[in-house]
């Protein structure tokens, strides 16, 4: 898939005020400091699509993005914030609960997960809630360029091994890197072949 046009929609705390057309969505959620915002400028080969930043937490709405006119890319708020309240953290989830129950455009979600690090309890029981509630997703693996070859084979081999372990499947999976745009065609191709089946469901 080739990006022709990226634009910002609109930022909201309110499931119900998202947009009302019927255009699927992309959903990406991950810890705080994973670097979503910068996997998404890559993907969509804008530099500040997404307002990066070196405070955790900094994506505090629901944003979407209108990508090639036909599909929106969801940003949503991070989980496990570093400096926001309590309170800030009950808002937060009630709206990325709502969004995942309600929103009927949702296609997919994206986990992202920083590759350099063990599975983590958070990135964990988020994956088990998004299990259970019958919502797919796939895991977008951060920051490869930090590792090794062998080292990224062999904590994607950790997190297969504990997914394992309540999962029938290793979900579905991307190695990404927003420095060096690996695996951005993967993860956009992906996509794309998603609307296409969709498509072809609806003729």
């Known amino acids: 898939m080739h990006i022709k046009s990226a634009e910002f929609v609109m930022s909201n705390s309110d499931v119900a005020k998202c947009p009302k057309s019927r255009l699927p969505e992309y ?3 991950g810890r705080s400091n994973v670097g979503k ?16 930043s070196g405070r955790p937490g900094k994506t505090q709405l629901i944003n979407h993005f209108l990508i090639n006119k036909n599909w929106h890319l969801v940003d949503l708020p991070g989980y496990g914030y570093a400096r926001v309240s309590k309170s800030s953290k009950k808002v937060f989830q009630k709206f990325i609960t709502e969004y ?3 929103r009927e455009q949702l296609v997919t979600a994206f986990v992202l997960v920083d590759i350099r690090h063990t599975p983590q309890p958070i990135d964990l029981e988020f994956m ?12 977008i ?6 590792l090794k070859p062998n080292a990224i084979i062999r904590h994607v081999e950790d997190y297969k091994s ?6 029938e499947d290793m979900p579905n ?6 420095s060096k745009d690996i695996g ?3 993860v956009l191709n992906y996509i794309d072949s998603l609307n296409e089946n969709m498509q072809i469901d609806s003729n």
Do not use: C, H
């Open 173 to 178: 999976y991307f190695i990404t890197s927003s």
């Open 100 to 102: 995942f129950s309600l």
């Open 37 to 52: 915002s910068s996997l998404i400028n890559m993907l969509t080969s804008r530099k500040s699509l997404a307002k990066t």
């Open 27 to 29: 959903a990406f959620i």
């Open 184 to 186: 951005k065609d993967d």
């Open 128 to 139: 088990q809630w998004l299990g259970e509630n019958g919502i797919p997703f796939s895991i």
């Open 141 to 146: 693996f951060t920051k490869a360029d930090k």
């Open 162 to 167: 504990v997914l394992l372990e309540t999962w």
